[in-house]
């Protein structure tokens, strides 16, 4: 298979498994100006499998930067309402999301965190109804990534500027299972087996999981209610689709005011064009009560204080060490890649779907059941082959459930 064909059946994977558009379904896809050949061919798949409009959002890294830099400050927390009816539009139409992601992991770096902060915010707030869509699976989402230059660059520093690119879309094919022969059916398979790591995990019913590894000493306790999920997910109407590609956990939603330890991160975090590292965070009953980070703690605390669930955890994510990504030993500088290849938390919003009948929840009914509420949902990798993790059942009933970085059952 060749680098064309290689291309055109990740399109195909990211129309028919990542979003699983239906036939004439409005399909909307952001990107990047970096993308263009790409999301052509993305297009084109999407057509031929039955999409009924197919509407592409471009930005571009320096008129976004420009914006940050020059635009008045009161533009900052200024979200037009088209922008908002167009994403509400989607959401009333049932219709599907997918972002093509190659961005330039530094691209905002130096940028004032106080703009980036309150852009955020506003963004959060304004696009609520989409985000709860995505949150509950209520629309088909995905999310994929090819190469950019400068992404190319950071991952791949000691190799020749003309053989960055072509390192990191060969890096992405394997991470997505291009050339293993039929993608779809190695997709398929591949679920399946995280489907039925999910169902051990629920059979089991764990009360808390604790957590130990360099840095880290942390315990979590779980929703009576909860649910472990792969990254397979389905909409309303029973439409599968795939959130991630690539995806290797199984994750649920901790009980937000049950988290009491510290943590240590094993990987960079990019976040709005920066990169935070070297952090660590303690937690009491839920809250970060402590945050550093040696790189971008500025950001860092920003991000914790975006709203007042920005300080607790909305997701615990299981990946094994011993999985494709984590063996390639690349640090991808991207959470989508990173964050499987590694055990993983996120700070902030849950996943009401990680709880029985939280699909159909309203806000207050999500927290009565325990689970975390905020406009963040930001995903850090602690996992490493030294962490051990342990589930305690009601009876107090202790499981191995991972050693040296591995499932131990």
């Known amino acids: 298979m060749n680098f064309h064909e290689k291309m055109a059946e990740y399109a195909e994977l990211a129309v028919r498994v990542g979003v699983n558009i239906q036939k004439g379904q409005y399909l909307s896809i952001g990107t990047t100006t970096e993308t263009l050949e790409f999301t052509r061919l993305v297009v084109e798949k999407a057509y031929e499998a039955g999409a009924g409009y197919v509407h592409v959002q471009f930005t571009d890294e320096k008129i976004n930067r420009a914006f940050y830099e020059l635009a008045p400050e009161d533009q900052m927390s200024n979200i037009p309402s088209w922008i908002v009816a167009q994403r509400d539009y989607l959401v009333d139409q049932k219709g599907a999301s997918l972002w093509i992601d190659a961005e330039d992991p530094d691209a905002l770096t130096g940028v004032s965190v106080k703009r980036l902060s309150e852009r955020s915010k506003a963004f959060g707030k304004a ?42 879309w060969d890096a992405i094919f394997k991470a997505v299972r291009i050339g293993e022969g039929t993608a779809v059916e190695q997709w398929k398979a591949h679920v399946d087996a995280l489907e039925s790591r999910a169902a051990m995990l629920n059979e089991k019913r764990f009360a808390k999981l604790v957590y130990r590894a360099p840095g880290t000493d942390l315990s979590i306790e779980l929703p009576k209610n909860h649910i472990w999920m792969s990254g397979a997910s389905r909409t309303p109407d029973n439409t599968p689709f795939i959130a991630n590609m690539p995806t290797e956990e199984v994750y649920t939603a901790p009980l937000k005011n049950g988290v009491n330890g510290v943590v240590r991160n094993t990987k960079p975090l990019a976040y709005q064009g920066n990169i935070i590292d070297g952090f660590e965070l303690t937690f009491e009953n839920g809250k970060i009560v402590k945050a550093h980070a040696a790189i971008g703690d500025d950001i860092l605390q920003e991000m914790i204080s975006n709203d007042e669930g920005s300080a607790y955890l909305g997701e615990i994510a299981l990946v094994p060490h011993k999985s494709p990504i984590s063996d390639s030993n690349i640090l991808f500088f991207n959470t989508l890649f990173d964050e499987n290849a590694s055990n993983h938390l996120a700070i902030g919003e849950a996943y009401p779907t990680c709880i029985e009948g939280g699909r159909d929840m309203n806000e207050e009914q999500i927290k009565a059941a325990g689970l975390n509420v905020s406009i963040t949902h930001e995903d850090f990798m602690i996992g490493s082959e030294h962490m051990d993790i342990d589930g305690i059942q009601e009876d107090g009933t202790e499981v191995a459930i991972f050693r040296e970085g591995n499932w131990a059952f």
């Open 127 to 168: 696009l609520e109804k989409f985000r709860q869509a995505t949150m509950t699976d209520k629309i088909a989402w995905s999310i994929v990534a090819i190469p950019s230059p400068k992404w190319a660059a950071k991952v791949f520093p000691n190799l020749p500027e003309e053989e960055q690119v072509p390192a990191l």
